[in-house]
């Protein structure tokens, strides 16, 4: 079975159903807070890479202030799917950037503290500017993403799954520790980089310079690859079930 059937099994009602229901909720008492608090973090969060830091620095930072923000705050798997739709009225186009961050260390906390393997449904159709760094450093949780999303999905992911109807940019599983990307679309130059463990499985396109300082793991593309990266260190690289690379 193709990896878009098994995903469109799996999503198959989430648009009409799932999205019907939760937008025809009367938003509780606890998502008022968990918006509220999504709107304190736009206002105190900045922009990637604004200040010169490493990508990693700023989206650390910016974990840690949404963690503060959240640290009394009572939010479910519904509130996340629910902020979609009502927290990009409230975010401008650089603001929207960094609410990947958010989103991410939204879902940290709830999975650790939960250990649900139910998913998180991500709704990134409903921003206007693409979200970055999804899955940043999950460790263990079940994301569904609906819609693309931009740079760097999966940053620095240590166990857990993505799945994504959609296509992503640059930079997808960079620095992957552990865990599995299921991509449906395609993907921008880079993916792979870095990462040392894990799977990336592309169902359409990955641009060029895939697998780049790669140390370990597994991608498999679909599709094309526009081209491999010319310094790889490790691990295992399809092409339409041909293996182009493996040390």
Known sequence: MR????????YATLDTRILS???EKKPSKEFSAFLSAYKKYLL???EENLDGSSLYSSCRRNADLARSILFNVSYNQEDI????????EYANN??????GDFFSEAINKDHYQTKTQEPYL??????????TNVGFENNGAYIKIIGDVGSNLGFYMHTGKISIIGSCNIFTGDNLKGGEILIEGNCGDLTGYA??????IIEGNSGNNT????????????????????IIYGGKIYCKDRQVYQK
């Open 3 to 10: 990896l878009t059937e098994q995903i469109d099994k799996e």
């Open 21 to 23: 229901e939760i937008k």
């Open 44 to 46: 105190c969060c900045k």
């Open 81 to 88: 799917t629910l902020l979609c739709l009502k927290g990009s």
């Open 94 to 99: 650089i603001q929207e950037k960094t609410s």
């Open 122 to 131: 991500i709704f990134s159709e409903f921003f206007k500017r693409s979200l």
């Open 195 to 200: 990462m040392s463990s894990g799977s990336i």
């Open 211 to 230: 697998g780049s300082l790669m140390r370990n793991g597994s991608i498999t593309v679909k599709g094309n690859i526009a081209s491999l990266a010319k």
